[in-house]
T-cell receptor, first 111, second 117 residues
Framework: QKEVEQDPGPLSVPEGAIVSLNCTYS??????FMWYRQYSRKGPELLMY????GNKEDGRFTAQVDKSSKYISLFIRDSQPSDSATYLC???????????FGTGTRLTIIP | DTGVSQNPRHKITKRGQNVTFRCDPI?????LYWYRQTLGQGPEFLTY????????KSRLLSDRFSAERPKGSFSTLEIQRTEQGDSAMYLC???????????????FGQGTRLTVV
């Protein structure tokens, strides 16, 4: 079993919809949680970075962490065709520089 | 361009040949990472440097792989006697002591796509 599980999709939603992306994990040592966006044949781009449980909002993006359930989410409001990409969750423990990634969810926003 | 730079962007090589990739991190970043990503998967950690010291290596990094970061600036990743299973995107990332959210964050380069034929 992988340490981080993420539904690979693909996920298609109409423009303007709210998108919900999720990851579960098994390692209770994970303390830092990140979401990266990756366009085809490009490197991952950091979207959101949270520490421990709680919510963080940045523009149309909201990241949620529930450490008791070992579950993290990324919400995208007012989705745009330019949001079409693969979204990767990533996490690491305190004092540990190694990021453990999910497999990524491929998202398509339909105009 | 002040981002992480990787060269070459693409490399096609014959099985058994050696290849070397280069990564130039963001100039003020002291930490540098190498990851490997295969199609449909997330990046997998290979190794990590703090300045010139290689502090952690994954078990994925077989004896055919070697990484260096002389003088704590750019880094190279060499693969000897390449195999078809080495075909992947090789990603470099760097991070500094503190990011905008009060902690380090890793910025990735565009990657080097290796195809072994």
């Amino acid at each position: 079993q992988k340490e981080v599980e993420q539904d690979p999709g693909p996920l298609s939603v109409p423009e303007g919809a709210i998108v919900s992306l999720n990851c579960t994990y098994s390692n209770s040592a994970f303390q830092y949680f990140m979401w990266y966006r990756q366009y085809s044949r490009k490197g991952p781009e950091l979207l959101m970075y949270t520490y421990s449980s709680g919510n963080k909002e940045d523009g149309r993006f909201t990241a949620q962490v529930d450490k008791s359930s070992k579950y993290i989410s990324l919400f995208i409001r007012d989705s745009q065709p330019s949001d079409s990409a693969t979204y990767l969750c990533a996490m690491r423990g305190f004092g540990n520089e190694k990021l453990t990634f999910g497999t990524g969810t491929r998202l398509t926003i339909i105009p | 361009d002040t981002g992480v730079s990787q060269n070459p962007r693409h490399k096609i090589t014959k099985r058994g040949q050696n290849v070397t990739f280069r990564c130039d991190p963001i100039s003020e970043h002291n930490r540098l990472y190498w990851y490997r990503q295969t199609l449909g998967q997330g990046p997998e950690f290979l190794t990590y440097f703090q300045n010139e010291a290689q502090l952690e290596k994954s078990r994925l990094l077989s004896d055919r792989f070697s990484a260096e970061r002389p003088k704590g600036s750019f880094s190279t990743l060499e693969i000897q006697r390449t195999e078809q299973g080495d075909s992947a995107m090789y990603l470099c990332a760097s991070s500094g002591l503190q990011g905008p959210w009060g902690n380090t964050e890793a910025f990735f380069g565009q990657g080097t796509r290796l195809t072994v034929v």
